[in-house]
């Protein structure tokens, strides 16, 4: 495994694979390694001939700076992690390298509409800083493949939506999310949660697939009440709700009668961590 700092010399790497014809599988990551990053690596590896991971802590993408600063960085760890794995190369820049004259007034990519709702609303600006840094990373790296979790489905969907509309040639393929065996989705932000709050935290899959049950099994109509009794079931556990809701699979919108491919989406805090997860219905 190669540690490659400078996109000068990542590039001249890149043009040695592209002039033997190699396929070039990309996995962005932020670092604090888990199982379902290796799980992205092991998907890779049935793509790609070369595989390159980056470790990157994006400032653009946090609209709180406390939750900058406090970012579990682990890399010696994840360099351990990532030699197991077999990649080829791990981009490791720093912020002046990606951002030389500071990310405030870096040129940015916006996906419209999408970026701005659901958990855009909750948090303004994330989703340009996660497009502005994939769009970089496809143009530094162009890999043939870049691989993303289902968990994040939202910007799942924004990554997809960008790579058509700006004509990337780079196919997206994605991952089920991965969960411990109590249910809980695995991220890299449940580092946070005391050990209190990780009894408590799975509890959230579990309300989500007893809605989705519920929604399959009665009529659609009452929705809206099957919702509103889930909320009142979370916090009866402990959790904070920003969102919770059924939403069209495609456009976001909140589903309707005529939405045949429906999702829940939660986002929801625990303490001072904040929790996403979803399920598709349908």
């Known amino acids: 495994m190669h540690i490659i700092k400078k996109i000068h ?56 700076l406390l939750d900058l600063k406090n970012y579990p960085k682990t890399f010696k760890k994840d360099c351990k992690i990532l030699r197991n794995t077999g990649i080829d190369i791990l981009f490791f820049p720093e912020i002046n390298e990606i951002y030389p004259n500071g990310f405030k007034n870096h040129t940015f990519v916006n996906v419209p509409i999408l970026s701005k709702i ?4 909750s948090r303004p600006g994330h989703f340009v800083g996660v497009t502005t840094i994939v769009s970089k ?13 289902e968990k994040d489905y939202q910007q799942l969907l924004i990554i997809k939506k960008l790579v058509k509309e700006l004509n990337y040639m780079v196919k997206i393929v994605s991952l089920s999310t991965i969960r411990l065996k109590n249910g809980l989705a695995l991220s890299s932000r449940n580092n946070y949660l005391t050990c209190e ?5 799975p509890y959230l899959y579990k309300i989500i697939r007893k809605t989705s049950k519920k929604i399959i099994k009665e009529n659609i109509d009452n929705r809206a009440e099957i919702i509103n009794q889930s909320k009142l079931d979370l916090i009866k556990k402990g959790f904070l709700i920003d969102i919770f809701n059924l939403y069209d699979r ?33």
């Open 250 to 282: 495609e456009t976001l919108n909140l589903s309707s009668k005529n939405s045949k491919k429906m999702i829940i989406l939660a986002s929801v805090w625990l303490g001072k961590t904040r929790l996403i997860d979803n399920k598709k219905i349908f």
């Open 137 to 149: 990373f496809f143009n530094i790296i162009q890999p043939n493949f870049s691989f993303f979790g």
């Open 197 to 201: 709050e990780q009894k408590i935290a």
């Open 9 to 64: 010399t990542l590039h001249k790497k890149i043009k040695i694979f592209k002039k033997t014809k190699k396929k070039i599988g990309f996995v962005p990551t932020m670092g604090n390694l888990h199982n379902g990053h290796i799980k992205l690596i092991l998907l890779s590896q049935k793509y790609s001939d070369i595989i390159i991971v980056s470790i990157f802590i994006n400032p653009m993408q946090f609209n709180n």
């Open 118 to 121: 659901v958990e855009g609303e």
